[in-house]
């Protein structure tokens, strides 16, 4: 480390997810009503760059830049999040922090940009904090416990592959606090499998998340949802174990249209999907009804599709997507990702 006046950095790279069975509804300090997993992505990231020095005054510690610019509200927001995880980094009470990120996606994309972020920005912080002291639990597992606190989709990005958030008697040693990998319960056609992106729009989103988990408070199909999302869970424990892509189809589908399905019945009521959603869904399942080609569509709290499938039908998705869905994305954006091997740091001091 340089002398206490200069700032030294850190720097990680890291990427968002894609919920199979989904996190919707939340108590608490930003725990789960009920457990999620998901892959995580590769190409779809955020850098974030942390720079710290010892505090020279009382001054604020803050600074916050997206792309190279000022942001005012991402800032407050990542004020208000480092009052709440001083308490379990207090090395960071003696420190000034600017932090410089971005993203490899637009941010408006509908891809989970606040998985990335703060899942980059608590790995960050844990790597700075454990220079001073040493940290309250295991490095990841502390780090996902401070991106849960920021959003809680986010705790399952400090890991890559197959990754699971939340108490369940499916899976051991599960946590509602932070998430775990979940690798070695994989089939390998898994482990490659591609999720290309398909942009249906990329408006704001039309219901903030905080506000879309609220609405399972009270929800006419409050209990019936976390019953089914278990149910899903020890479904999809054995396609995934096994390499049951017809039954994984079943599930993520059935999980992405339940989600929706929770918004439309909620009240106040959001529709989030947009007539070209539902045409790329119904050429989604008339494709693979023609082709027997297993590939799935999911869809987070917005518009946009995911489209699932394995490595050795790529080329021929290409060109279904090409052909046949990409003219109703908006300016034909596409983005072909894959599951990834997880956060990567740079330690640049
Ligand atoms: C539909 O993680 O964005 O993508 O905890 O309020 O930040 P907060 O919510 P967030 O919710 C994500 C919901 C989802 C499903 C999922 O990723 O599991």
Known sequence: MNTEMNWNSVCWKSPSNIALVKYWGKYGQQLPRNASISFTLDKSYSQTTIFFRKRQSDQLLLDFQLKGQSNEAFQLRIAKYLDRIVETLPALNDLELRIETENTFPHSAGIASSASGFSAIALGLCSIAEKYEPLPREFF???SCLARLGSGSAARSVYGGAVLWGETNWYQQTANEYAIPVNTEIHPVFASYRDSILIVSDGIKAVS???????????????????QADQNLKKLQMALQTGNQTEFVQIVENEALSLHAMMMTSKPWFLLM??????????????????????????????????LYPESAETEIHAFIHEELESFCYQKQVIHDKVGAGPKVFDLS
């Not at 998340?209 to 019953?227: K, P, V």
């Not at 119904?282 to 999911?298: D, G, L, M, V």
């Open 274 to 307: 947009k007539p070209e959603t539902l045409e790329i869904i119904h050429r989604i399942s008339y494709y693979r009804e023609r082709k027997k080609i297993p590939i799935a569509f999911t869809l987070d709290a917005g518009p946009n599709i995911h489209l």
């Open 209 to 227: 998340s905080t506000i879309g988990h609220s609405l399972m408070h009270e929800h006419d199909f409050e209990h019936a949802r976390f019953a």
């Open 141 to 143: 597992q502390t780090a």
